[in-house]
Nanobody
């Protein structure tokens, strides 16, 4: 059974940092695509970051480039989202996902597996 479990959300003031973690159990990580999405109330789901496990290529949405990074620890089966210089507009529920399709990019909106979400709240 595949499970994606996020942790690390919370509340922070603008300019602060948070790191989200997502542990992927029951999933064969070789040659797989892992991603982070976010959704704010009343807004569409937005792709934030992706990692293709074969080769480690990553991609970031334009809205977070220069502030967020994503990384993968294969041995721990954990993907991270480091969020720096947070802004109030980053406030959202953040979801980890696996097996994105149609491709491993931040424009993909669907995935086979989803985590339960981690709330990130940034106050001004």
């Amino acid at each position: 059974q595949v499970q994606l479990v996020e942790s690390g959300g919370g509340s922070v003031q603008a300019g602060g940092s948070l790191r989200l973690s997502c542990v992927a159990s029951g999933l064969f990580l070789s040659n797989n695509c892992l991603g982070w999405f976010r959704q704010a109330p009343g807004k569409e789901r937005e792709g934030v970051a992706t990692t293709f496990t074969f080769g480690g290529n990553t991609a970031l949405a334009d809205s977070v480039k220069g502030r967020f990074t994503t990384s993968l620890d294969i041995a721990k089966k954990t993907v991270y989202l480091q969020m720096n210089s947070l802004k109030p507009e980053d406030t959202a529920m953040y979801y980890c996902a696996a097996q994105l399709f149609p491709d491993c990019t931040t424009t993909s909106r669907t995935a086979t597996y989803w985590g339960q979400g981690a709330q990130v709240t940034v106050s001004s």
